[in-house]
């Protein structure tokens, strides 16, 4: 059975970090395409960041320069560092782990950014 399961999300003020993590069990992340995913209430879900198995990164515009996508094979996990977060990056993120037909997802982690 895979699992992917978020961790790390919580209330921080602006300009504050966060560090995500995405730990999986039933699939190893080097074998799939690795992404964060976020959603607000009555938006779609966005891609954050990506890393491929071979290890390259990619982000939404928004997040260039704030956000770093990151794996530790050794763990099987993902993270996702998140700098200068700002109000409007308050939103439910998700982990998904992606390989044609393989799609999975997490339960998501919610991360509020407020005064």
């Known amino acids: 059975q895979v699992q992917l399961v978020e961790s790390g999300g919580g209330l921080v003020q602006p300009g504050g970090s966060l560090r995500l993590s995405c730990a999986a069990s039933g699939i190893i992340f080097t074998n799939y395409r690795v992404n964060w995913y976020r959603q607000t209430l009555g938006k779609q879900r966005e891609l954050v960041a990506g890393?491929?198995?071979?290890?390259?990164?990619i982000y939404a515009e928004s997040m260039k320069g704030r956000f770093t996508i990151s794996r530790d094979d050794a763990k099987n996990m993902v993270f996702l560092q998140m700098n200068s977060l700002k109000s409007e990056d308050t939103a439910d993120y998700y982990c998904?782990?992606?390989?044609?037909?393989?799609?999975?997802w997490g339960q998501g982690t919610q991360v509020t950014v407020s005064p």
């Open positions: 890393i491929t198995s071979g290890g390259t990164t």
């Open positions: 998904n782990a992606y390989s044609r037909p393989y799609d999975y």
